[in-house]
């Protein structure tokens, strides 16, 4: 195959009732492509739509020229792995055996967890500075530990793209770096929605935003976050400057609202 969608994720003017109104976006193999946008913009319906666990209305999604849609749902799951923004409750499993799920797309459905199945898991644990929890029950896990446990779970899953929902959700800052560090060095095609500006900026390559269900603007952080685009998307005045030791831009608030809000779509 030819063309932009040949390799890589491609989506094409995927939309969902009126939650999402035609996003395209494109990220290159090995890319890390973020999704930044307010409250209800869409990000969690758009990844959702990726994942798989909420119908495309409109458009569809290429993976190295391969609609998702379809693709089986088990098919789907060996091809892409997930970081929810809300997770299912926390199963009555140990965090080893939590992860270790992670390896079912790739398995029969009687097939038990293996000698090996079970040594991923350990590493994925081992990577996400939880390799001491291994042998713990999942809900006596605090909150930021859940949220790495289930990115300990999308690793083993050995995916070609991850769908991130937050990741940093719940992480001190630490273990946010950590999270988005190791996303990085995996190499694997990554979409994820952040809140955090600073953080997009020094992790993603590229920069999507989503307003009211439509993605407005794309491009590198130095081409996206700049102060006009982070008033007219969130209201808020900023000053974007370039980190003094990275030279990565870097975004800082100033605490009062701008006069009259929201003002334009870019
Ligand atoms: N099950 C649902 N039924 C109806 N509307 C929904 C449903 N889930 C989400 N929405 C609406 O769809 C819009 C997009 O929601 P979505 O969760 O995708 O936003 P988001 O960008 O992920 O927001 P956040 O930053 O708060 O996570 C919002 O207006 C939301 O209220
Ligand atoms: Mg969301």
């Known amino acids: 195959m030819t063309g932009p969608s040949a390799t890589g994720l491609s989506i094409e003017g995927l939309g969902h009732a009126d939650r999402l109104r035609g996003a395209h976006l494109t990220a290159r193999p090995g890319e890390t492509v973020g999704l930044i946008g307010p409250n209800g913009s869409g990000k969690t319906t ?15 999604i290429l993976l190295d020229g391969t609609d998702l849609a379809r693709l089986a749902p088990r098919d789907r799951a060996r091809r892409v792995a997930t970081v929810p923004q809300d997770p299912d409750p926390d199963p009555d499993l140990t965090v080893r055996e939590l992860v270790a799920l992670g ?7 009687w097939e038990g967890d293996t000698a090996e199945d079970l040594a991923r898991a350990d590493a994925a644990l081992d ?7 291994a042998d713990r029950l999942c809900p ?14 999308a690793l083993v899953q050995g995916p070609e793209l991850l769908v991130l929902d937050e990741p940093t959700n719940h992480l001190d800052i630490r273990h946010q ?10 190499g694997t095609t990554s979409l ?3 809140h955090d500006l600073n953080l997009a900026a020094a992790f993603c390559d590229r920069i999507y935003v989503l307003e009211a269900g439509r993605v407005v603007t794309g491009g590198t952080p130095a081409e996206v976050l700049t102060p006009a685009l ?3 998307v969130y209201g808020v005045d900023a000053e974007v400057a370039p980190h003094p030791r990275t030279g990565v831009p870097t975004v800082l608030y100033l605490p009062s609202p701008v006069p ?3 003002t334009s779509t870019m």
Request: aromatic share 4%; glycine share 12%; proline share 3%.
């Open 46 to 60: 758009l990844l959702r739509c990726v994942y798989g666990t909420l119908p495309a209305t409109s458009g569809r």
């Open 103 to 109: 390896r079912s797309p790739h398995k029969r459905f």
């Open 127 to 133: 990577r996400v500075g939880l390799g001491g929890l």
């Open 140 to 153: 006596t896990l605090s909150g930021g530990e859940r949220r790495r446990a289930l990115v300990a779970r």
């Open 177 to 186: 770096l950590d999270v988005l560090a190791l996303v990085r060095t995996l």
């Open 192 to 194: 994820l929605a952040l």
């Open 230 to 232: 982070i008033s007219a």
């Open 260 to 262: 009259g809000q929201k």
